[in-house]
């Protein structure tokens, strides 16, 4: 089973990175092929912490080849300074390798990002403000600035320059509007959504000086440039296990999410094969990860969404605060429509439920099962109209929840009947079988099944 796909199921944050980490253990290599420095991953090993945002999950283990994607928009300072970390932690990052393909994220990316955000008032996304959207932007524009491009000092700066031209406009608005908000800061606070163009990172908007600090960050990331694409053929073609490792989740696909209230990237099974380079019948194997609730980050419809004391208890005991931003997650009851619509997307073969051990002591367990409409109709499908999606009211199957503190559990047995009974009507409902519990952040709180 060489090819495996790990994919988030709802709207990221499902605990895509432990999962990885534990089926790295028999794969040879792991390979991102989506986002960017948007995403976050913790994996807890020997009770250390370790946050990535775009190295790979794989790293910790000195004998696998970690890669970074095409389709991944990569930001070289966060890049160099998370492997900076690593090698102060004393991990070996010799086996990451970069594809020279990827597109780099700029600083005014970063700063369109933010003042887009800033625009958009009360319609804003919500984004992470990393510079993504702008970066892809740029991609299918064809002003993009790739990984290769470091190595040419020339290229390079003619490159920056041809994609600054056309947003001399948007750029110079920005100047206006912060020479404006400082003035407006000196007669009062600014209000908080301007406070964040206070906060965004200097411009260091001059040609010179950016083409100066990418270079030196070409010189640093040379040895790590690879033809990513051709190692995932030779470890697949000679039958070793290649993990591909999706960022963001389903509900966040730019095609199939909650649009406009998406990810610039296509976090499904099915953008591995462009974002990795390797064709769909290398893809043997789709694991999707979900949490045994849901949450989300920034704004969009989220139908089993909770603003009450079990939806505090989530967040409390789930510790649901963003890796990336430290905001915190909005959360709710696990939601089966949605769920059944990630398993056919992205035609998953097994599942990962994360976090069960958050739901306990909840005296009642609820899975939303269909939706009815604004207009009283019942909807068994995840629909595809926003306006509906926006409008809907979960209906929930009951069932009674467990007691007893789980972290401990290891084997199906070990689980409480309670618990094992929820997880076997999700896999009913959904029509996968799942494969793995989560019952703590460390690696070895995990169980598995089937
Ligand atoms: P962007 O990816 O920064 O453009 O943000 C677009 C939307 O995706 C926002 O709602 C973000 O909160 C959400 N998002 C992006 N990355 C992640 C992630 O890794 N986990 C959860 N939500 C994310």
């Known amino acids: 089973m060489p090819g495996i796909a790990i994919i988030g199921a709802q709207w990221g944050d499902e605990g895509k990175g432990k999962v990885t980490d534990l089926l790295a253990e028999h794969a040879e290599m792991i390979v991102r092929f989506q986002g960017g420095n948007n995403a976050g991953h913790t994996i807890v090993r020997d009770g250390e912490e370790f946050k990535f945002h775009l190295i790979p999950s794989g790293i910790l283990y000195a004998d696998k080849t970690c890669m970074i994607g095409n389709g991944v928009v ?57 510079g993504i959207g702008p970066c892809y932007a740029d991609k299918a524009l ?3 600035i790739r990984v290769q491009d470091l190595l040419d000092e020339k290229i390079l700066r003619t490159k920056i320059r041809t994609a600054l031209e056309p947003k001399q406009q948007a750029l110079r608005e920005l100047s206006v509007q912060r020479r404006k908000l400082r003035k407006e800061a000196g007669e009062g606070a600014a209000p908080r959504s301007e406070q964040a163009i206070e906060d965004a ?8 000086t950016m083409t100066e600090e990418y270079v030196s960050y070409g010189h640093r990331l040379e040895p790590h440039i690879a033809d990513t694409a051709r190692l995932c053929w030779d470890a697949l073609d000679a039958g070793r296990t290649v993990i ?28 591995a094969t462009v974002g990795a380079g390797i064709g769909p019948a290398d893809i043997d194997e789709v694991w999707g990860v979900a949490k045994a609730y849901a ?18 208890h989530m967040v409390e005991r789930g510790h649901e605060y963003g890796t990336t931003t430290g905001r ?37 367990l609820r899975l939303a099962v269909r939706y009815r409409s604004r207009e009283g109709a019942v909807l068994d499908r995840f629909p595809y109209h926003q306006s509906i999606l926006h409008g809907v009211e979960p209906e929930y199957e009951e069932m009674p929840g467990f007691e007893s503190d789980i972290g401990e559990c290891r084997t199906e047995g070990d689980l409480p009947r309670q618990a094992r009974d929820f997880l076997a009507y999700i896999a009913d409902f959904v029509g996968v079988p799942i494969r793995l519990a989560g019952v703590g952040p460390g690696r070895e709180q995990s169980v598995m099944l089937n």
Not at 201 to 208: E, S
Not at 249 to 269: C, E, K, M, Q, R
């Open 328 to 364: 915190e997650r909005r959360c709710g009851w696990i939601d089966l429509v949605a769920l059944r619509y990630a398993v056919r997307l992205n035609r998953m073969s097994a599942l990962a439920i994360t976090k069960l051990d958050v739901l306990s002591g909840l005296e009642t």
């Open 74 to 130: 990569l930001d070289p300072r966060i890049l160099l300074g998370e492997i900076d970390g690593l090698r102060r932690r004393g991990v070996d990052v010799g086996n990451l390798k970069i594809s020279a393909n990827a597109h780099l994220i700029m600083p005014y990316h970063v700063l369109l990002d933010t003042a887009g955000e800033v625009k958009l008032g009360k319609l804003s996304l919500g984004t992470t403000r990393r």
């Open 244 to 271: 591909f490792e999706g960022a963001q989740a389903t509900l966040l696909d730019l095609d199939h999410g909650t649009y406009p209230f998406v990810t610039s990237s296509n976090p499904i099974a099915g953008a």
């Open 201 to 208: 990172p200097d411009p260091r908007l001059d040609l010179h």
């Open 295 to 312: 949450t989300r980050v920034g704004a969009g419809p989220f139908p089993t969404e909770l603003g009450d004391a079990v939806g505090r």
């Open 142 to 144: 064809r002003l993009g």
